[in-house]
């Protein structure tokens, strides 16, 4: 069964990315900072990592993001027909977020919305439902978000790698694509390694089950699969993308699949940035879309704990010269930094209550 094409997700007509856009809060606050508050020790791989303002969630970061990727898509609000925005820290338990970020980039009120949760694969969940619409011929296009607001215990390990921002997709016929998505391929089982239940401020780590048989069960078997289906080898791609959570975990799942670094190091942006969870893979797709040439080749697997990822084989064309400074560039946002201390940062992120 694992070999069956049948299993690629592949649409009745060409489909594509015609537009795409990025955001990344500009506050940063350093990794040392925070070990100077909890351990006295830092020199971790993530040197700082990205944080909302007072006035950013997940909503307003999806609303820049996506008027970056009309911009380079070249068509109007209006003629979208879903807004989709995958997360796990949406700023409303009832209410969706969906909504108001087609109200705010002038989409309504002809849209299908709607907000998507699978924690760190949440973007790529909605960037694959998009495909399926646009390929169907529901509708002509469709834009797919994946925006965190990631939230850490104060003093837990997690506190140091999770980050802010994420990125959106407008998808629409391959004829007018800059990067045409050749197939896609999910792999998903019941795995309890990350979760946080509802009222709970926090997440928690399934400890053992994190690495190997979550991340790196989930991630290889997606990789090797879609290879595999696709009569593809690692060396048939420019370059390769995996979900970041820290340095380490993407760049052994891209040797286990027989990637190298220097096909990875375009996308690797967690040293910076930090973990943006459900934005974590589709940012590194939007830095390496800012560098690619026509015809080169990139490959991507996201990862969502509970657990499951999606595999994307995705060929660059000649509109990405055209349209990808339309927009701001992803190494723009990432330039654009005010550090912060630690107490402004635990300001920002509400880790102080009053009540």
């Given at each position: 069964m694992e070999n069956d094409p049948s299993l690629l997700?592949?649409?009745?007509?060409?489909?594509?990315?015609?537009?795409?856009?990025?955001?990344?809060?500009?506050?940063r606050v350093l990794d040392s900072e925070i070990a100077r508050v909890w351990t006295g020790k830092s020199g971790g791989p993530v040197k700082e990592k990205a944080v909302p303002g007072l006035d950013e969630d997940v909503i307003t970061m999806s609303i820049e993001a996506s008027r970056n990727a009309l911009a380079r898509a070249g068509i109007d609000a209006h003629q979208l027909r879903a807004v989709w925005i995958g997360s796990e820290s949406h700023p409303y338990a009832v209410k969706p977020s969906s909504t108001v970020?087609?109200?705010?980039?002038?989409?309504?009120?002809?849209?299908?919305a709607g907000d998507w949760e699978f924690a760190c694969k949440a973007g790529t969940e909605a960037l694959v439902a998009a495909m399926g619409m646009v390929g169907s011929g529901m509708g002509q296009y469709a834009l797919a978000i994946g925006m965190d607001t990631a939230q850490g215990?104060?003093?837990?390990?997690?506190?140091?790698?999770?980050?802010?921002?994420?990125?959106?997709?407008?998808?629409?016929?391959?004829?007018?694509?800059?990067?045409?998505i050749e197939a896609a391929y999910s792999y998903v089982t019941d795995t309890p390694d990350f979760w946080r239940r509802a009222e709970q401020k926090y997440p928690e780590h399934g400890q053992r089950f994190t690495g190997d048989p979550g991340y790196f069960k989930h991630i290889t078997a997606a990789g090797e699969a879609m290879l595999k289906m696709t009569g593809t080898i690692p060396q048939d791609y420019q370059y390769a993308v995996f979900h970041q959570p820290n340095l380490k975990f993407p760049q052994r799942a891209a040797g286990l699949l027989g990637f190298n670094n220097e096909q990875i190091k375009p996308g690797m942006l967690v040293p910076v940035i930090g973990n943006t969870y459900a934005g974590a893979a589709l940012i590194g797709l939007t830095a390496?879309?800012?560098i690619a040439k026509p015809g080169e080749r990139i490959f991507?697997?996201?990862y969502g704990s509970g657990a499951?990822?999606?595999?994307?084989?995705?060929r660059v064309t000649e509109a990405i010269e055209t349209r990808r400074d339309l927009a701001p560039k992803t190494s723009e946002y990432i330039a654009r930094r005010t550090q912060i201390d630690y107490a402004t940062y635990a300001r920002y992120r509400g880790k102080i209550t009053m009540k």
């Open positions: 997700l592949k649409t009745d007509r060409p489909v594509g990315i015609i537009g795409y856009g990025v955001y990344v809060p500009r506050y970020v087609a109200e705010a980039i002038g989409a309504t009120p002809h849209i299908q215990r104060p003093g837990d390990s997690l506190e140091y790698t999770a980050g802010a921002g994420g990125a959106a997709f407008i998808v629409g016929p391959g004829g007018e694509a800059l990067a045409v390496v879309l800012d991507m697997v996201s499951g990822s999606d595999a994307l084989s995705i």
